[in-house]
């Protein structure tokens, strides 16, 4: 099958396109070739209602709540004026799905230009609803839009506030409930409550935009989202990050503030005491256990959204890269895998073959999780490491099942081998923004604008 070649790359010869750089003497592709690539795969997954996930129709047809605003981003970067239209044209669709209660359907289907029912539900569509229209006004400065829409991000951050059901101030998610919807993260979820910090302050800004009062309305307490958010990232940062207790009194210290912050998450660090000195931000916390494989997605967003300190930041990634979950491309969706009989296994893991170990969720590579790692490692100040990983983010796009570039949904953790649909959106966007971080670490201002301090 032919899936088509960009004018930019038509009549390059093999040595025109390849690097002989890259680590190892492993020749990757040229940048310039890369960008080109991505670009026409973006302009295959835009549509009158924006961004499908796929270009194929035997792929993902449908605009994503999630793989839209991510896919976004490199459209902002490309500075390309349709493939920005598109992305503006991605949340107004987005919006049509809004419930009475707030809520954002997971997706829009671009066949019947009706939602679909599947899945646990996904508290991150919006949670990406509302960083969307950040990303979006910092790329096109569209106050008016912003404006127009502000109601709708009202209703979708107080639908957000109500999935807090214990008054803890955290986000509780179901199980599968996020973009990992084959996968047992649950109830405190990192990912989920990384992007919430941003999301609050999002809001915060992004009231000043348009003139509105920075708080939630004053039916549910007229409080600062400013405010909300360095709570929530204060609770991230006291519950999720496990350090080893050799000062008596300084744990004791935190055991303190856990007691006093909430009684269940002091029993929690009473009943799993075996779980300490984790070098990177727990995957979930949930009812009196822990999840405890590093989840690539989670710490990258808490990383740009300044959720971790310099020392927190160095440590997540020098373990991301000795453990190989930058191996044998950026980046693993979560490692290591999950087997059968561990806690976390699931039956519906086996689901269609997809989450079996190393694969999918479970340990697979994601090439748009890589583009986040490359971005946290330009913001982080590792250049050398940052080019080195666009280029391995560059091979493992180069890949395909039945021809080069295809740019896949994901790629075998071990055989590393090409998976998942082909010509998928999000693969190719994450590629452009990464690429454009590296070129220009401004662009990463947007995500500092927001940190949640």
């Known amino acids: 099958m032919d899936y088509g070649t960009p004018p930019a790359a038509q009549g390059a010869g093999t040595e025109a396109l390849e690097r002989t750089d890259a680590p190892g003497g492993v020749a990757a592709p040229d940048r310039a070739e890369a960008r080109a690539r991505a670009l026409d795969v973006l302009r295959r997954c835009a549509t009158p209602v924006g961004f499908k996930a796929s270009a194929l129709p035997g792929g993902y047809p449908q605009v994503w709540a999630r793989d839209a605003p991510i896919t976004s981003l490199g459209a902002y ?8 239209a598109c992305a503006l044209r991605s949340l107004e669709t987005l919006t049509r799905t809004q419930t009475p209660l707030g ?6 289907d671009t066949r019947t230009n009706s939602v679909t029912t599947e899945n646990a539900g996904a508290t991150d569509a919006n949670l990406w609803f509302v960083l969307g229209h950040w990303f979006a006004y910092r790329a096109t400065g569209d106050s008016g839009f912003i404006a127009r829409q502000w109601p709708h991000l009202v209703r979708a951050v107080e639908w957000l506030r109500y999935q807090d059901m214990n008054a803890c101030g955290l ?3 179901p199980e599968a409930g996020d973009w990992a919807d084959l996968y047992s993260v649950r109830y405190n979820v990192l990912y989920d409550n990384v992007l919430y910090a941003g999301c609050l302050r999002a809001m915060a800004a992004l009231a000043a935009v348009v003139g509105e009062e920075a708080r939630t309305p004053a039916a549910t307490g007229g409080l600062g989202y400013a405010d909300l958010a360095a709570d929530v990232a204060r609770k991230i940062r006291l519950l999720f990050w496990l350090d080893r207790p050799w000062d008596g009194a300084a744990f004791g210290a935190q055991l303190d503030a856990l007691r006093e912050e909430r009684l269940e998450w002091f029993l929690l660090y009473q009943n799993t005491a075996t779980l300490t000195e984790m070098p990177f931000l727990l995957p979930w916390v949930g009812f009196r256990e822990f999840g405890h494989n590093f989840d690539g997605l989670g710490n990258m967003l808490a990383i740009l959204l300044g959720v971790t300190d310099e020392d927190r930041t160095a440590t997540i990634l020098r373990h991301a890269h000795a453990v190989g979950a930058d191996a044998p491309y950026p980046l693993r969706a979560f490692y290591p895998p999950i087997y059968p009989g561990d806690r976390d296994w699931r039956d519906y893991y086996r689901s269609r073959n997809l989450n079996l170990p190393h694969q999918y969720h479970n340990g697979g590579v994601w090439p748009f999780v890589g583009g986040f790692y490359v971005a946290a490692l330009v913001a982080a100040g590792l250049r050398g490491r940052a080019e080195e990983q666009l280029d391995a983010l560059a091979r493992a796009n180069r890949l395909g099942k039945l021809e080069p570039w295809e740019f896949n ?13 082909p010509l998928q959106a999000w693969s190719a966007g994450m590629y452009l923004y990464a690429d454009a971080a590296l070129a220009d670490p401004g662009v990463l201002a947007a995500w500092r604008e927001i940190a949640a301090g």
């Open 103 to 108: 809520m954002i359907h997971l997706n829009f």
């Open 171 to 173: 986000l509780e998610v």
């Open 409 to 421: 949904e994901w790629v075998h953790g071990l055989s590393g081998q090409a998976m998942g649909h």
């Open 77 to 84: 970067a490309s500075k390309d004026e349709e493939l920005i």
